[in-house]
């Protein structure tokens, strides 16, 4: 009650570019908030830099994605739509699972021409994938991309 005991937890955007509601992204799993909730970026760098301080919990063998723990905090971000068929290629990590990581630390790395080439788009997907399990909420500033995300949970 009255907010006693919540922590916070600031998720900026991981790369440069126009940051967009979770809900249009151009990906049902993603736009029906399925994972949960969160937001995107159409990026025009292809560098992705961790969002926050954290741990590195999860990689995917096909360097698309990294899950990040922020606190109790579960963040997944995703490179693409659809960017699993791609078996890694056109991605390199810089991360593996167990790494601490801070704020703007290097986390992946995308050929975005490699992606166009293979007709797939490059929205970065930002989502927090715990949020009911931690009781938390969010509030969404989509105009400040060093703190797009706030998550105030127990």
Do not use: W
Request: glycine share 10%; aromatic share 4%; hydrophobic share 45%.
């Amino acid at each position: 009650m009255f907010g006693i005991g919540k922590k916070t937890a600031v998720i900026a955007a991981p790369v440069e570019g126009s940051v967009i509601d979770i809900t249009e992204v151009n990906d049902s799993v993603f736009s029906q908030k399925i994972l949960g909730d969160g937001f995107a970026v159409e990026p025009v760098t292809s560098d992705i830099t961790a969002p926050c301080d954290g741990k590195v919990v999860l990689l995917a063998d096909t360097l698309h994605a990294v899950a990040v723990e922020a606190g109790k905090v579960q963040l997944l971000i995703h490179v693409g739509i659809d960017t699993v068929t791609l078996q890694g290629h056109g991605f390199i990590s810089h991360v593996k699972p167990g790494m601490t990581i801070r704020k703007g630390e290097t986390l992946l790395s995308f050929d975005a021409a490699y992606l166009k080439s293979q007709g797939k788009a490059s929205t970065v997907m930002i989502v927090v994938t715990n949020l009911e399990d931690i009781h938390g909420c969010i509030t969404k500033n989509l105009e400040d991309k060093s703190a797009v995300l706030k998550i105030s949970y127990q």
